[in-house]
Structure formats: C-alpha cells, structure tokens
C-alpha cells in the first residue's frame, strides 16, 4: 500500500496547477486533498501501486484526482488519455512484478 500521505502531497501542487487554481481557499484546498485521496485508492482498486519517487506515478494521480475535481457535478466518464495511462501503468506495473 502507498503511503497516502506522502503521495497526496507530493502531487497536490501538480493538482493546483491542473485545474488552474494556484491559491485557493482553504475549503477548496481540503477538497482538493479529498479528491487525491480517492484517486489513490481508486488505483490502488485498480492494482496499481503508487511510487511518490516516480513523477509519471504523481501525474497519474494528478490527471485522476483532477478529473474528479472537474467531474463533481457531472459524473462524466473517464476521458481516454485517463483510461489509456491507467493501462499502461497497469501493465508497466504487471511486467515488473513479473520480472
């Protein structure tokens, strides 16, 4: 299991920056760790293993956590650039448990 913390914060910034909120109020900020915390436990369900030192890892959990942010009210599917990173890093994370 990844560290939780250590992700969430390694990639909140990369969050800010994907949604295009560099300072923000503290509601919106929480909200924002929310959506990170979800999004690692949505890959984790999805076997993926999160690494903080690995930044394709982090902006995984970015793009995710962004796409949650955006995706509140909606409830629009995962875009395919998401489901497309989500089965390479599946796969890259299966050939190295393989090896």
């Known amino acids: 299991m990844a560290d939780v913390n250590s992700l969430t914060a390694a990639a909140l ?3 800010k920056a994907n949604v295009g909120l560099l300072r923000l109020p503290v509601e919106i900020e929480d909200f924002m760790v929310s959506c990170l ?3 690692i436990a949505d890959l ?3 076997k993926i293993v999160l690494d903080v030192e690995n930044i394709d890892d982090l902006h995984l959990l970015a793009m995710y956590a962004a796409w949650l942010y ?6 629009a599917a995962k875009p395919e650039m998401l489901r497309g990173a989500m089965r ?7 050939g190295e448990a393989d090896g």
Do not use: P
């Open 13 to 15: 910034g990369m969050l």
């Open 37 to 39: 915390k979800t999004a």
């Open 44 to 46: 984790e369900r999805a």
């Open 70 to 75: 955006r995706n509140r009210v909606t409830g």
């Open 88 to 94: 390479n890093r599946q796969v890259s994370g299966a």
